[in-house]
DNA sequence: TTGTAGGCGTTATCAA
DNA sequence: TTGATAACGCCTACAA
């Protein structure tokens, strides 16, 4: 492996003349930086990042901290779309992404603060992480920059980004309202997420606005797993058969939900109408294609990082973000 | 940030024995042991990685190397499972993940090489890359342990793992066959990429074997693109209204032909037939769900990553490795 | 069982 | 415009 040493000696200069050059001072004559810059080219060199950022402190690096990475996960595509709009961002401004994630199975003895220091990492974007999470709070405590994906910021070094997600479900539980659905079921995801709350809040407000009683054993929470909210749906349709819409607070319990009508013998959306969330790729295949709420998680990555660069370089940054959402009617909904 | 020379001065000792103490060597007394290792818990220290890798000359990093990570990509998930396997048996190893991907916008300046040699980066994962990419040569040459997904292995340090693609798409093929079709059009990926040209023999190896003569006007190039796929099979059957089968080399492309079908006015499976290859979240899910190859990327993921640290370490390793495969049958395929 | 000292490849400070 | 030299944080002979 060669180093500046190698280019040193044989330019017969100094390294720090070498260094210099390779850094593009304007303090190195031309001349001698040009033959410089061409050995280095010649005989390969490649700076040793680790090196590097022994002296400098910072490197140019952001992780993307994920609660897991299942076999069986990503078919929603969200994690996709967040690392692409990231990296994409990312690159733009030479910085490099660096992906960590805590498996279940294994229980990892390193937190995200212990990660995230040993490499000397900028700052992070957290998604799916639990807030009840014990690592999570040390990270927050850790006044290491960082952006959360779905929970309102708190602490010091903090920022969130996400959709208005009380708004989103109601306007979601609205449109059910507006097909003239009284009776309608919410299968919300994991009571502990910050986002269920809002989104549950979303379902109330609605509900409320239009004078309809709130009735909490039409509400159970499924995790955001297809299979559980196929049996939770299944349970809740066969005990409350006045029940004509469901509210899911994603789109793969969408999915589930959909199997649980199938299968008790009930169409969507003759007899069940079904509202999802997140507009994953899979949504506008089903059947019928599902109606929902579309986010943009790419540009969720995109904003995430841009987010935590401002933060990292100490400007100027708005605490909360909040993009845009938007109702996409397809088929899974119709009048009572 | 607390170095080992903190917790030296405040146990009383010198960093040497820190550093014995941090690395369990049993050349420390147990009670020196103890207090460092509690000093060092107390003062919250992590160790610096890049101080580490300087002297080390090994870091325990993979790399996976993508060819790009397009904001609209991803809904083949199999990025994610590919990714998912590699981190599940790095993590069970203790070894760190990175990820580093050519994005087709920027014209990155920076090789995979130069970037796996920055990192010390012991080995790398290939998915996606073009044999005829320029870089690519230039990591064959680098004598990088190298495991590539899809492609057969050339160079001294490489690697590779896949399905048996050709056997793959002769029994697709053949299946189809079987169901008394014998004027079978193929979408197939990229004419560039390695897997095409073997899809390509297993189809026309189906074909002969079956004394059905091979027309090269039914092949297409659809790169792997939904799209493209779409407007080829508009093209296809509008050309040669006698087609009834379709194999497809994935399951996006079969998505684009199965919309070209009904955009024709024709239907799934009763007038064309469809068979793709994958088997994607979503191909079970399309209407008819999608008769496909399947094969298990999580595994492959978790395969090369194995593999790949074989080939750190000097261990004997398989130049090739074939995982299985199995034919799906759904409906999108019936007797004609 | 412990400590001293040298070095990993760079950058940065100072002096020449 | 250049060159010594001292860091950066850690590991590892070698010596004690």
New binding site residues.
């Given amino acids: 492996?060669a180093?500046?040493?190698d280019i040193a000696k044989k330019a017969?200069?100094?390294?720090?003349?070498v260094?210099?050059a390779?850094?593009d001072y304007?303090?190195?004559?031309?001349?001698?930086?040009k033959k410089i810059l061409d050995i280095a080219n010649e005989i390969g060199?490649?700076?040793?990042r680790?090196?590097?950022n022994?002296?400098?402190k910072k490197n140019n690096t952001l992780a993307i901290i994920l609660s897991g990475l299942e076999p069986d996960g990503g078919k929603d595509n969200i994690i996709y779309r967040l690392l692409s709009g990231m990296y994409r961002y990312a690159e733009s401004v030479n910085y490099e992404v660096v992906l960590y994630t805590t498996s279940s199975a294994h229980q990892r003895e390193k937190t995200y603060v212990q990660f995230c220091k040993e490499h000397n990492i900028g700052g992070a974007v957290l998604n799916g992480i639990k807030m009840d999470d014990p690592y999570f709070y040390e990270l927050m405590e850790s006044n290491l920059p960082c952006v959360l994906i779905d929970i309102l910021a708190q602490g010091e070094n903090t920022s969130s980004i996400s959709i208005n997600n009380l708004e989103a479900s109601r306007e979601a539980t609205e449109l059910l309202i507006q097909h003239q659905h009284t009776h309608i079921g919410m299968i919300n995801g994991r009571r502990e997420a910050a986002v269920s709350l809002e989104r549950y809040r979303g379902y109330t407000k609605a509900l409320e606005n239009n004078k309809i009683a709130v009735n909490h054993d039409y509400i159970v929470y499924a995790d955001y797993l297809e299979d559980k909210a196929y049996s939770k749906t299944m349970d809740l349709l066969k005990k409350y058969p006045k029940m004509t819409a469901l509210f899911c607070a994603s789109d793969m319990m969408a999915l589930g939900a959909m199997k649980a009508v199938r299968q008790l013998n009930l169409r969507v959306p003759e007899d069940i109408s079904i509202i999802g969330f997140d507009n994953i790729p899979l949504s506008e295949h089903m059947t019928p294609p599902l109606t929902t709420v579309d986010q943009d998680f790419y540009i969720m990555g995109e904003k995430a990082a841009e987010q935590l660069l401002k933060m990292i370089k100490k400007e100027a940054y708005k605490k909360n973000i909040i993009l845009q959402h938007k109702i996409l009617e397809r088929k899974s909904v119709s009048m009572l």
């Fill in positions: 492996m180093t500046i040493k017969g200069v100094s390294i720090t003349t260094s210099r390779l850094n304007d303090d190195v004559n031309a001349v001698t930086k060199y490649v700076p040793n680790s090196a590097q022994l002296v400098k």
